[in-house]
């Protein structure tokens, strides 16, 4: 999970996109970058950290043009250093090329291997840098021989690419993660969300849609379909659980509103159990609890204040980092809680840790029940697409059974929203939606990953079928 920002054809590109990032920082803690063309040359800006960190005072100054393509970074493939810190910038045949890349490469390691065997060098551990040497490998002009290069990969990809003339946007053929187009002024601007485009007062065109590459060149837009059609779309249904921010807009629906049809939904499934109020786990659980509340009649209580000035948890690298996140960021109003019976709702369960301790917290303030309700499925599939949950064996609920999580989170009980609720909720079905995390059916190839057994694909067929089987009969035995 990363964000990209881009704006074409701007004396203000820099300064937009830098501004953009803050409105995709919920996307990335660890790196954030820039890099502008002006018709000749690129330049690039990149560090550790929150944008503001990375951008000291006085640091894009040297960023010189009116076309700029910003990212921010968590790590899901590739190591967590300033190397990897996007956008990557090359010189090759082609001459200068920037790429901004939100997702996840399926088949990059095996690219890699024989990219490696013939003489390639890379200097990062990046899955990106497999797209710039295929890139290389074709003679040109630039947009075919990206087209030429992204035939060739499978996974996830959102993709902004910047030489000194053009700006290139892209999104795979199945649509994995989002990408929106605006204008400001005559200016084009593309983004991972349309909060982004909103902060810096970009009007909302339209989402790109999969398999459709955007180029931008000499204040001139075009557009093209250059993939053959894939047989499905393949939306990530994590971004409306959790990910995305909730001012955010996807296919016509607000974010906001779908997680409080998830949160109507689990409320709906829930049924018989008697509590005094519902309290969400701020911030990503509050939108599901506003709905889970004004469904089920219950009061919405606000117990767990949290600390903003600490960031996302889920996001944080390393489980060290996460648990000290959890101690500094929320604080229970132990007015409200003690005493009572309470639903506390969740948008999910990774790894389970967070959600223990936040138990632990409530019970030492004196909640006299707790009721877990986590307004999505179980988590039983690690996601090879951009999610940081690489392996199954981090995932509680691929590796114990409902009833065992809920004596290590400590909860009176737990409720997970069924997968036929959560399609219903955010309007998806099985035929445009990506539900790998929750199903372990995932609908490309996993080349790099494939493990006998634990590994299917939604076409169906043994492995599918394997894939079901071993996350069922790992829940049973635990």
């Known amino acids: 999970m990363c964000g ?22 919920h996307r990335g803690q660890e790196a954030a970058g820039i890099v502008a063309a002006d ?7 990149t560090g550790l950290g929150l944008v503001d960190e990375a951008f000291p005072e006085g640091t894009l100054k040297a960023l010189k043009g009116s ?6 970074r968590y790590a899901t493939s590739g190591d967590s250093d300033l190397r990897n810190a996007q956008p990557l910038v090359f010189e090759h045949v082609h001459g200068p090329l920037a790429i901004a890349h939100n997702g996840n490469l399926t088949n990059a390691l095996t690219i890699r291997k024989k990219l490696e065997t013939r003489g390639a060098i890379f200097r990062t551990s990046s899955d990106s840098e497999v797209i710039i040497h295929l890139t290389a490998r ?42 929106v187009m605006g204008k400001i002024g005559k200016a084009r601007v593309f983004a991972s969300e349309t909060t982004a485009l909103e902060l810096i007062g970009a009007k909302f065109e339209r989402e790109l849609e999969p398999g459709e ?18 047989p499905r779309r393949a939306f990530c ?15 016509g629906r607000a974010v906001m509103t779908d997680r409080q049809f998830l949160g109507a939904e689990l409320a709906r499934e829930m049924k018989g159990v008697e509590a005094d109020c519902v309290v969400p786990v701020p911030d990503s659980g509050v939108p599901h609890a506003m709905g889970f509340a004004r469904a089920s009649g219950l009061p919405l209580e606000m117990g767990l204040v949290r600390n903003h000035y600490i960031g996302r948890t889920f996001i944080q690298p390393g489980q060290a980092a996460r648990d000290m996140s959890v101690r500094l960021k929320l604080a229970p109003v132990k007015t409200i809680l003690k005493g009572k019976r309470i639903v506390l709702i969740d948008d999910s369960i990774v790894r389970g840790t967070t959600s223990r301790r936040i138990v632990g917290l409530l019970r030492k303030s004196g909640v006299k029940e707790i009721h877990m309700a986590i307004a999505s499925p179980p988590i039983v599939g690690p996601c090879f697409y951009g999610i940081d949950t690489p392996s199954r064996s981090e995932l509680i609920a691929a590796t114990r059974s409902k009833e065992a999580i809920r004596r290590f989170l400590g909860a009176d009980s737990l409720n997970y929203l069924s997968i036929e609720g959560l399609l219903r909720a955010v309007g998806g079905t099985n035929s445009d939606t990506c539900t790998a995390c929750f199903t372990a059916r995932y609908p490309t190839p996993i080349v790099d990953f494939e493990e006998p057994g634990l590994i299917g694909s939604e076409a169906g067929g043994p492995a599918a079928d394997a894939a079901a089987a071993a996350a069922k009969a790992s829940a049973r035995d635990s």
């Open 4 to 25: 990209i920002i881009g704006i074409a054809d701007s004396r203000n590109a820099v300064p937009l996109a830098a501004t953009g990032l803050f409105a995709l920082q």
């Open 39 to 45: 018709g000749s040359r690129l330049t690039v800006r």
């Open 67 to 72: 076309t700029a393509v910003g990212h921010v």
């Open 138 to 179: 074709h003679p040109g002009p630039i947009e075919d021989a990206i087209i030429a290069a992204l035939r060739q990969v499978t996974g996830a990809y959102s993709c902004l690419f910047l030489t000194p003339t053009k700006l290139i946007a892209v999104r795979d053929p199945m649509g994995f993660r989002p990408l």
């Open 213 to 230: 590459m955007v180029i931008v060149e000499g204040g001139r837009m075009r557009a093209l379909k250059p993939f053959p059609p894939a």
């Open 237 to 251: 249904v994590f971004e409306k659980v959790y990910f995305a921010r909730p001012d955010s807009v996807f296919g």
